[in-house]
């Protein structure tokens, strides 16, 4: 498989069992949510409607891949 350095991923994070960490789907490195250090990944945009979080786009560090989290449920009730 051809690497490429603008390679998006989309991780529904719904699909995600036990306390969040799910590996980068290029580079297999574990990626925590909760690890706010940006040792392993960081916070490169958000998109938030109607003060939900929809969704997050965050960047591997050791891969450069580009990961989309999806699947944000709003609370609504
Ligand atoms: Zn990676």
Not at 6 to 11: E, H, P
Not at 12 to 26: K, Y
Not at 43 to 55: A, F, G, M, P, S
Request: with cysteine.
């Amino acid at each position: 498989m051809k690497q490429s350095q603008n390679a998006v991923f989309r991780v529904d994070i719904t699909q995600i069992e036990g306390d969040g960490d799910f590996p980068c789907p290029q580079c297999g490195v574990v990626i925590s949510p909760d690890d706010k250090t940006e040792a392993v990944y960081k916070i490169i945009d958000t998109k938030v409607k109607k003060q939900n979080l929809e969704e997050l786009v965050i960047l591997c560090n050791k891969c450069e891949s580009k990961i989309r989290l999806v699947g944000f449920v709003p609370v609504d009730q």
